[in-house]
């Protein structure tokens, strides 16, 4: 796994540990729909050979795929790479955790993360000394590089810089963070991770 693609999946659990630490209150109006059933996802199975070889001109050769707990939520990821190349694709699917006593939602976490200004309760002066919580200009940092991208699921979001990234995306009772890596330009890395998410949406 490269070092680009294996920083983005620490940046993804950050995200969760830190919503677990904030809170696990759904804000006020927000009505999310009814969890999902499924206890797990086949998270390589949302992509297919042809999808990312059309996106990337070359097809996966090895997967690895786990799902664990995190933050309330339980995580299902899945590593696309490449055999002999610098490409890879990183796929990870973020759903409730019906045996976590927090009841934190995506929905609930998704708005806690780019609509801090939605939240009825905060709790920042609570947490703001433990061990591993992130400081608030870290967190308005990461806020601030969340670029809205259109015309995918109910709502998406680049987060990142030049050199890394990934791309976040709500639908229904679920969101996924899909990261590609290999790829130099931002704005490829944009597009490509776009067409990959549609892809995956279809199969969620």
């Known amino acids: 796994m490269s070092n680009k693609v294996y920083a983005g999946l620490l940046f993804f659990m950050s995200l969760i540990c830190a919503a677990s630490a904030q809170s696990t209150q759904t804000p006020e109006k927000s009505k999310p729909p009814k969890a999902s059933a499924k206890t797990n996802i086949e998270v390589c199975n949302l992509l297919t ?8 001109g070359e097809a ?10 995190g933050g309330g939520l339980l995580m299902s990821q899945c590593f696309f790479g490449m055999a002999g190349s610098a490409k890879s694709v990183s796929l990870a699917v973020a759903r409730a955790n019906p045996a976590d006593n927090s009841k934190l939602t995506p929905r609930a976490f998704w708005l806690k993360q780019f609509h801090p200004e939605k939240q009825q309760h905060k709790e ?8 591993g919580d992130r400081t608030e200009s870290e967190r308005e940092e990461e806020l601030r590089q969340a670029r809205a991208i259109t015309g995918l699921g109910e709502e998406a979001y680049w987060v990142g810089n030049p050199i890394l990234g990934a791309l976040y995306v709500l639908q229904g009772d679920m969101f996924l963070r899909i990261s590609v890596g290999g790829i130099r330009q931002e704005p490829e890395r944009i597009e490509k991770s776009k067409a990959l998410a549609r892809a995956a949406l279809k199969r969620l």
């Open 49 to 56: 050979n042809a999808e990312i070889q059309a996106a990337l």
């Open 60 to 69: 996966a050769k090895q997967t690895k795929s786990s799902t664990q707990p």
């Open 124 to 131: 920042k002066e609570v947490h703001a000394g433990k061990a």
